[in-house]
Structures are given as structure tokens and as C-alpha cells.
């Protein structure tokens, strides 16, 4: 097998978070740049790869998310990300909303070198939600504001991630919508709602202890799996599954960066071959939201990205080395565990960082320490593939990358497999009579549990959604309840 001249690799990885930041009001480009700066040494050609780059790609921030903190943000992340590293390109992308989007973008700008459209990316993302939350606590005001005027491609869409009729019936928040994905999958298993807690606190526990070996995970703390599951005032209850150490932290203070080039640019820029990581296999899905879907016990997309990257790699899920599954939620690790099915690997092998709990969720940009995660693992010992997901949204979009440590016998095209179908059933919006909760989430406020929106099979067939105010702190699913449409929300009480 010859060498693979224009085969992507990643050549350079950074991180940087407060512990290596100066200042007590960091922002993300402060963060972004000096990740930049740090990838660009880890290439050992930090010059002749500055000199290079033509493509920044930067991961869209909280504040341009729709979740503002009121510090206002850069007209152009991409560049003054870059600015901040020492670096600019020609062409400057700011990627879509979404976690899926770091591993998205590696496809995307991989695939443009393979191709030859692009020579050398830097791919970036920082978030400070944890100074703008610590300026708002003391009355600071913040200003990251920045003009510009040279144009970049801006990918935000449109894609819903939750639908208006799931908004209505009180599904206001990620942790809501998980939990009725949580439940759902908890449902369809038959386990109890005590027992999946213990599952959730063990896997947990698990990850949590990963956390202690990162230099910049924002929350390392092993937690023992008894301690997930009593009552303490750090833990507190989030909705009726989740508290929050179950869930991604994101008041964190992070940057990463990565560099991809070709392996024939690589070794013309004098980076060893040491430091290559190759990308063996791709895939991309996206799904409707969750009320909508066929099927609502298990991602199938998920199921569809996992198996089509592992396909196109070559390699089988046993043959696996380090992985790193997207953690914002347990049912995010779970359903991935459920789809990979190897008995072998542990609980605290499915994350290389601590996940978004212990590590921190960084918004859209977590994937990108994951990544960094992965490419140091492959150096230190390459024997075997690595495995990154990245999940956006409500398991709405899913990217997943397999990547070696040595030029793949199977070479990657250039090819994001991503023919994945989803399958939807349309809500029925004046449900009335008999229903099945076939899942459900309920706010926890100070302790109080909130008004139950529930997901239901109705006695006709048709999917609906409802909400049971004053419902019995109890186990909800497969409870009978009478329905009755509203303008703007259903009601449900228990059929008697």
C-alpha cells in the first residue's frame, strides 16, 4: 500500500481553559487563542503551519445559540478567534448550532482536502458561560463584542429541535426533553424507575473518575455511584430522573483547536508522521423531533451513524480501542452502549474526558476535547481504532468519526455516509378520550415536583401530547389517562 499523499489528517491538537488563561474575565477568544496556539506547537512545525493555513472554522458559541448571557459577541468568531491565535485565513466558516458540529465540521473540512479545495484548516471553539456567570453573580458587566466587516459563511439553520407542540406541553429545557427519552428507554427495558437510578449513578460514577486525568476538565471529582444516589445539596433534583450531576455542566471556561491537513502537506510542512491521526470513516443523521418519531425507545439514527462509520472503516465495534461516547444526558452514553454491544468494555471506557458532567459541556464546541482526548490516546498507543460521537439537540443530529493512528488499509473517499431515512408520525392536535403514557418528564423546582408532560399512544393509534397537572408522585409510564383537547395545551387527568 502506497502513501495516501491526500488522505485528511488531524496534525495538531490544543486545549485551554482559566488554569492556563491570565486574567479574571477570560473571554472565548482569550481561551480560543491560546487552544490555537497550542495546536499549532503540538505539530512541531508551528511556523511553516501558520504560513499554511487557508481555512478557520469556528464553533458557534452559546451567545450566538440563542442562550445569552448578555456579553454580546464577536460580528465574526471565526476571525477574531483566529486574531486571538496569531492566525488568519481566506476563508473563515462559523459553523451550525449543535454538538454534532465539531465532528461535522472535521468531516466537512476533510472531505475539502481530499478533495484539494482546501490545503491547511484550523477548526476552533471556546466558550466562557463560566466568567459570564460569575460577572452576572458580582454585578460585572462584560462586553465581548467585536466589529467586523469581512464577510464569512455563516451555517446557522433552521432545524428544529424541539417542536412548537412539545414547547406548548412544557418541554422548555434540554434536561425535560431528555428526560422523556430517558423514560422511554427505561420503559422499554421494564426497569424500574429505582434501578435505572442506580444504572445512571453507576455510570456516573464511572466517568466521573476519567475526569481526574484531564488537565482541564472543569468539574473533576470521582463520585463513588452511592454517592449519585443520596440526597446532598451539590446534587440537587433537576426533573423526576435527573439531578445534577447527571447531566452537562456549562459553566465552563474552555478553548480547543485542532489542525487538519493532508498527509502529503503534513510531511511537506516537516510534521512527523507520529503526529498524524487519519480519519477511517464517517457518518451523519438527523432526526425529527422526538414527540415526531416512529420510533421513541431507542435513536435509531444513532443505531445508522455508529454501524456506517464502523462499516466504512472497515473495522467492527470489538476491534475498538479508546472511545469517546457524547454524554450531555446517560441515555446519550446508554443508547450507544445498547447499539455497540461490546460485554467486554466497561462503563468508564465509553468517555476519555469525564463526559460533559465531570469534563464540562461547552455548549456546541464539547466534541473538540473529545477529539483532542482521542488523537493524544492514538499516539501514545495506536494499535487499535478510535470512535468519537457527537450528538446535537435532542439525539436530533448525530456525527460519528472513526479515526486510526496509521494509514487505514480501507482509505476514506471523502464520503460522509448519510443516508439514513428517519420515519415520523404526525401528532394528533385535538386528542381526546383514553391514552397510554408511553413516556413522560416533570419539572423538579426547590424540591417541587411540576405538572407531568406526557407522551401517549391514544386508543385510536394517534400520537398526542398532554399535561397532567397535580400528578401522583409515582411512576407514570403505561398509566391510563382521559384526555381533553385545549387551544393551547392538552389536559390529562387518570381515567378512572
Known amino acids: 500500500m502506497g502513501f495516501d499523499a491526500s488522505a485528511p489528517v488531524i496534525i495538531g491538537v490544543g486545549e485551554a481553559s482559566r488554569k492556563k488563561v491570565a486574567g479574571e474575565w477570560p473571554c472565548p477568544a482569550d481561551l480560543a487563542g491560546q487552544a490555537i496556539k497550542v495546536a499549532l506547537a503540538d505539530t512541531g512545525q508551528p511556523d511553516a503551519v501558520t504560513a499554511a493555513i487557508d481555512t478557520i472554522a469556528a464553533i458557534r458559541t452559546f451567545e450566538d445559540s440563542g442562550v445569552s448571557l448578555g456579553t454580546g459577541s464577536p460580528e465574526n468568531v471565526p476571525e477574531a478567534f483566529g486574531a486571538a491565535g496569531g492566525i488568519r485565513a481566506d476563508r473563515l466558516i462559523y459553523a451550525d448550532v449543535g454538538g454534532q458540529s465539531p465532528q461535522a465540521m472535521v468531516h466537512e473540512l476533510a472531505g475539502a482536502i481530499r478533495r ?36 464569512f459563511d455563516n451555517r446557522l439553520s433552521s432545524f428544529p429541535i424541539l417542536s ?103 510531511r511537506e510542512l516537516g510534521v512527523p508522521d507520529s503526529k498524524m491521526i487519519w480519519l477511517a470513516g464517517a457518518s451523519e443523521t438527523k432526526e425529527p423531533p422526538y414527540s415526531e418519531r416512529k420510533d421513541i425507545s ?81 499516539r501514545r498507543d495506536g494499535s487499535k481504532p478510535a470512535l468519537i460521537t457527537a450528538n446535537g439537540g435532542v439525539m436530533s443530529k448525530q456525527a460519528v468519526g472513526v479515526y486510526t493512528a496509521h494509514q487505514p488499509e480501507r482509505p476514506w473517499t471523502g464520503e460522509v455516509r448519510s443516508a439514513y431515512q428517519a420515519e415520523s408520525v404526525v401528532l394528533d392536535d385535538a386528542p381526546q378520550g383514553k391514552g397510554k403514557v408511553l413516556t413522560y418528564a416533570r419539572p423538579v423546582a426547590k424540591g417541587v415536583m411540576g405538572a407531568a408532560t406526557l407522551l401517549l399512544e391514544m386508543e385510536n393509534g394517534a400520537r398526542a401530547l398532554a399535561v397532567m397537572e397535580d400528578a401522583p408522585v409515582a411512576d407514570l409510564g403505561d398509566m391510563v389517562v382521559a384526555v381533553t383537547p385545549q387551544e393551547k395545551r392538552h389536559s390529562a387527568t387518570i381515567y378512572c
Open 164 to 266: 412548537r407542540a412539545e414547547i406548548r406541553h412544557g418541554i422548555l429545557s434540554m434536561p425535560l426533553a431528555y428526560s422523556l427519552l430517558e423514560n422511554a428507554r427505561r420503559l422499554g427495558l421494564g426497569i424500574s424507575r429505582e434501578d435505572y437510578l442506580v444504572h445512571m449513578a453507576e455510570l456516573g460514577s464511572a466517568m466521573s473518575a476519567k475526569s481526574l486525568a484531564r488537565e482541564h476538565a472543569q468539574f473533576a471529582k470521582h463520585f463513588t455511584t452511592r454517592d449519585l444516589l443520596v440526597d446532598n445539596e451539590s446534587d440537587y433534583p433537576l426533573t423526576d430522573i435527573y439531578r445534577r450531576w447527571r447531566v452537562a455542566q456549562d459553566a465552563v471556561d474552555l478553548g480547543g483547536a485542532l489542525v487538519l491537513t493532508s498527509a502529503g502537506k503534513a
Open 116 to 151: 484539494g479545495e482546501t490545503q491547511l484548516a484550523i477548526l476552533v471553539a471556546a466558550e466562557a458561560t463560566g466568567t459570564a456567570k460569575r460577572a452576572r453573580k458580582a454585578g460585572v458587566e462584560l462586553n465581548w463584542r467585536l466589529p467586523s466587516d469581512t464577510p
Open 298 to 378: 431507542h435513536p435509531l439514527a444513532l443505531d445508522y451513524a455508529l454501524q456506517a462509520a464502523l462499516d466504512q472503516s472497515g473495522f467492527a465495534a470489538s476491534q475498538l480501542g479508546v472511545v469517546d461516547i457524547y454524554s450531555c444526558f446517560p441515555v446519550a452514553v446508554f443508547a450507544a452502549v445498547d447499539t455497540l454491544g461490546d460485554p467486554a468494555r466497561s462503563l468508564g471506557d465509553y468517555t476519555l474526558t469525564g463526559g460533559l458532567n465531570f469534563f464540562g459541556g461547552p455548549g456546541n464546541g464539547y466534541a473538540m476535547y473529545s477529539l483532542a482526548a482521542m488523537v493524544e490516546n492514538l
